[in-house]
């Protein structure tokens, strides 16, 4: 899907001096992790995964979410210590207690998550730790000229004197990256690095990889993205709960075949049964006209029926989310309105929003959707407390029933009500973060990302809860960057494409087609009319 | 990591039960130490003290630490909300001020409610200011409170005001079963706040703001709303803290708030509430208080430079900050 160039063949050296030819030639840099394992309060992570890396190549983890591809590239890069189980490097045994000493190592890690200093300067930011100092100053002209160099040799085009929280994301890694190189890595840990990239960015960031393997970096690239994979790896890795299922040159697998790796079966089979039946004449429950938040999403028209699901797809900001929130009353709008069974619906907060019935599943559990130092019981009971309240007094009999009620049907594993959400699983924590919406039953439940971040079994189970919603009545909005998961599940299929709605497809559109949508390729659509 | 297959999710939970019980031990130590250090010192100020237990002289104790109660309690709401109230001594010396300027110029009924009102009205600015305005709750309440005091100390031009009402004295003089006023209104702000607290909605609302704001707002709770009463039952507190020690001293003082301040900061976090908020209980804040009631006391009783007091109870609200912040830790990682 996404070109990679040819690397500039005259491409300057930089790693400690020496020339790419050499580090790739004789292999004397590379990693070795033998038989590691690792498990975190009692569930297994990682066992006895063995994998080796050598510098001037990408290496790619794949698998689904839980399978291990995090934690394993956090023990390799020091963040996370194995519970058993031996790292090498260039033959020599290594321990990495922590990121500071497998850099020391020359690994480093560019997360998901930035780990930049926003407010200080580009510059600032690569040389942080690692400052050109003489007499206890900073050389700042010699930091210069360095970052210039290294500017040059990457391709990267940074501004050193930007702040690093006015960069794009994509910068930000390049600026991680740039510390990375500073510091004499030659082997750099990338997690999901392309998840909150744009197209046009992502593909950037693809050539930039490349071409610093040409020069003689080598990368563990984690991704879900099996094409990018296909597209950048040397060789592929596929983990499944946590072991490891096989490695082999990307050259020659095909994503069919890493999915079925993957999950241990065919991708098809993950969803139920996709009920065949027309909404046509299904009553209209939410109308959304011409929705418009100026500068994030524009004219967004669409109607939700009951009894369907309607998915949302769409690339990382293409104001999938702000749509949702905004109908949810938790972010304003400038234009448009809101319909809910025929009646209009102008929500100003998601209190007003709940009340007429529309619930919302945002998409992070812990940073909106769970009180994560609250019980489960609580977490089930807080949209719901009028109908735990009798004469201004909370009923505890009424919320437990009702959060065992709750538990039960969408199957949280847990010891008991009172315990804490933050213990569970994440899949646990996303089915209470869905069933706090059920104790009374809303018209439109709104799912963002409902299953990031959720193992495998528990996937399943919000899928068949989502459907099982779906046939009761609801009208389901569920919006989701996982292509399968919206095919496998949606009755019609709503695309986004920068803040507006490129298509409405039919539930068996085919990937290409929600695809082109997605990145904006309209003249790819083949009937406008679908 | 996530549990998948049922068959080893039956294994792993024996283990995953361990893990929070030993992380919640921590915190139980540390709820158990600091119960049983007030216990210790009521046991060993009754032995080393014969003045001590007498029920006058615990009576007086109670009386005499009502005030810190009131703003205390009001103040455990603000915290457990996840803000916490830094202009609660100016409030209560304005709402003192206010009291004595207006029954001097009405009657004494009306002064006091008019101090009690003074208090809840400045929670309600501070509230305001918090969720309207959406400044920084530091800033906020520092800001009023520097206002506040030199507001007191213009309309008092920085002297002592009196006043000679004689019915203004209702809580140095009147007692109910033996028992101070100021006693009895105590424990109807307890109960009161044990009730909002524990059994009604807003109780779960607060808690909830403190863990997670977000996440409450999207949960439907109106979260501005209450985060604003939780600062207007705060203020309401300095606001009858106020009116009770000036009734007492039939006058009041702009700088009366310093110390008071300090008592009700360090008897929130000694008792156990938790600094970030989402976490407390209105045991924690009485045991706080308890505890520094009894080590004033035991001070006095025992004849002990009363400087000392201050680093014996700043020592310990540095030791239980940190327990706090461990308890935290342990449980992030």
């Not at chain 1, 794949?62 to 519970?83: C, F, R, W, Y």
Request: hydrophobic share 45%; aromatic share 4%.
């Amino acid at each position: 899907m996404i070109g990679l160039s040819q690397p500039a063949p005259t491409a300057r050296p930089y790693l400690n001096g020496e020339s790419p030819a050499e580090v790739v030639a004789d292999g004397s840099r590379h990693l070795e992790v033998q038989h590691v394992s690792k498990s975190y309060a009692g569930a297994q992570a990682l066992r006895d995964v063995s994998l080796k890396v050598a510098a001037g190549a990408v290496h790619a983890l794949v698998g689904e979410n839980g399978a291990g591809k995090s934690t394993l590239g956090k023990i390799i890069a020091g963040a996370v210590q194995p519970d058993q189980g031996a790292m090498l490097v260039n033959g020599r045994p290594v321990s990495f207690r922590n990121p500071r000493e497998a850099l020391a190592g020359g690994v480093a890690l560019v997360r998901q998550e930035i780990t930049l200093v926003p407010s200080l300067s580009v510059l600032d930011n690569v040389f942080l730790g690692t400052e050109h100092v003489s007499g206890g100053i900073v050389r700042l002209r010699s930091q210069r000229s360095r970052f210039w160099t290294l500017a040059e040799e990457t391709g990267f085009e940074l501004d050193p004197t930007a702040k690093v929280s006015m960069l794009r994301v994509g910068d930000q890694q390049k600026v991680e990256i740039l510390r990375a190189i500073v510091r004499d890595a030659w082997l750099i840990v990338m997690d999901e690095p392309t998840a909150a990239l744009d197209d046009n960015e992502s593909a950037r960031l693809i050539e930039f990889v490349g071409h610093l393997r040409a020069n003689g970096m080598g990368f563990i690239y984690i991704s879900h993205d099996l094409e990018e994979v296909l597209t950048l790896a040397d060789d592929v890795t596929v983990l499944k709960d946590g072991a490891h299922v096989s490695t082999s040159p990307a050259a020659g697998e095909a994503v069919d075949g890493l999915v079925t790796k993957m999950l241990g079966r065919p991708l098809r089979s993950m969803f139920p049964q996709k009920r065949q039946r027309s909404f046509d004449n299904a009553r209209v429950i939410l109308k959304v006209e011409g929705l418009t938040r100026a500068g994030v999403f524009e004219d967004v028209s669409f109607a939700l029926r009951a009894g369907e699901i309607v998915g949302m797809a769409g690339l990382v900001g293409s104001g999938r989310t702000e749509v949702a929130r905004a109908i949810f009353g938790a972010d304003p709008c400038d234009a448009g309105s809101v319909e809910l069974n025929g009646t209009p619906c102008r929500v100003r907060s998601p209190h007003q929003a709940i009340r007429r019935g529309i619930a919302l599943v945002p998409e992070s559990r812990k940073d909106q959707g769970l009180i994560m130092v609250g019980s489960v019981a609580d977490n089930l009971a807080l949209p719901s407390m009028r109908e735990m309240t009798a004469w201004g007094i909370v009923q505890r009999r009424r919320q437990r029933e009702a959060a065992n009620r709750i538990a039960e049907a969408v199957d949280v594993r847990m010891e008991s009500a009172d315990m804490p959400v933050s213990l569970l699983s994440g899949g646990n924590q996303q089915k209470v973060a869905i069933g706090k919406w059920l104790v009374r039953t809303p018209l439109v439940l709104i799912a963002d990302e409902p299953t990031r971040g959720v193992d495998v079994g528990a996937r399943l189970t919000i899928y068949e809860l989502i459907q099982r919603l779906a046939e009761e009545g609801l009208a389901v909005l569920m919006i989701s960057s996982e292509l399968e998961e919206v095919m496998g599940l949606a009755d019609r299929i709503l695309v986004m494409h920068q803040g507006r709605l490129a298509a409405e497809l039919p539930g068996h559109a085919d990937e290409s087609h929600i695809l082109s949508a997605a990145f904006g390729r309209q003249h790819l659509l083949p009937d406008a009319d679908l | 990591m996530e549990v998948s297959a049922p068959d080893t999710s039956r294994q792993e939970q024996p283990s995953e039960a361990t893990k929070p019980t030993r992380r919640v031990s921590l915190g139980r130590a540390a709820d158990f130490a600091i119960v049983l250090t007030v216990a210790g010192l009521f046991i060993a100020l009754s032995v080393t003290s014969g003045a001590f237990l007498t029920s006058a002289n615990l009576l007086n104790l109670l009386n005499q630490w009502a005030p810190i109660t009131f703003m205390a309690l009001g103040g455990t709401l603000v915290l457990i909300a996840g803000g916490f109230d830094l202009s609660i001594g100016s409030i209560y010396a304005m709402s003192g001020v206010i009291a004595v300027v207006v029954t001097n110029h009405t009657t004494a009924p009306i002064g006091m409610i008019a101090g009690a009102l003074t208090g809840a009205a400045l929670g309600l600015g501070n509230g305001l200011l918090v969720s309207v305005l959406r400044m920084n709750v530091f800033v906020a309440t520092i800001g009023m409170s520097i206002v506040l005091s030199g507001l007191a100390l213009v309309i008092t031009s920085g002297a002592v005001i009196v006043t000679s009402n004689l019915n203004f004295e209702l809580f140095g003089t009147t007692t109910f079963l033996g028992v101070q006023l100021a006693i009895w209104v105590m424990i109807v702000a307890i109960a009161v706040c044990a009730l909002v607290l524990n059994q009604m909605p807003v109780g779960r609302y607060i808690r909830a703001i403190g863990g997670n704001i977000e996440a409450a707002r999207l949960s439907g709770v109106r979260t501005e709303l209450v985060r604003t009463l939780t600062f207007v039952a705060s203020g309401l507190g300095g606001g009858i803290a106020g009116v009770v020690v000036a009734s007492d001293a039939v006058s009041a003082n702009a700088n009366a708030f310093s110390g008071a301040q300090y008592s009700v900061w360090t008897a929130l976090l000694i008792g156990g509430n938790s600094m970030y908020g989402g976490e407390g209980a209105i045991w924690r804040t009485l045991i706080g208080v308890a505890m520094l009631a009894l080590i004033g006391n035991g001070f006095d009783l025992l004849n002990v430079n009363p400087l000392y007091q201050e680093i014996v109870t700043g020592g310990i609200l540095l030791l239980a900050v940190a327990v706090d912040m461990r308890i935290r830790h342990r449980r992030s990682s």
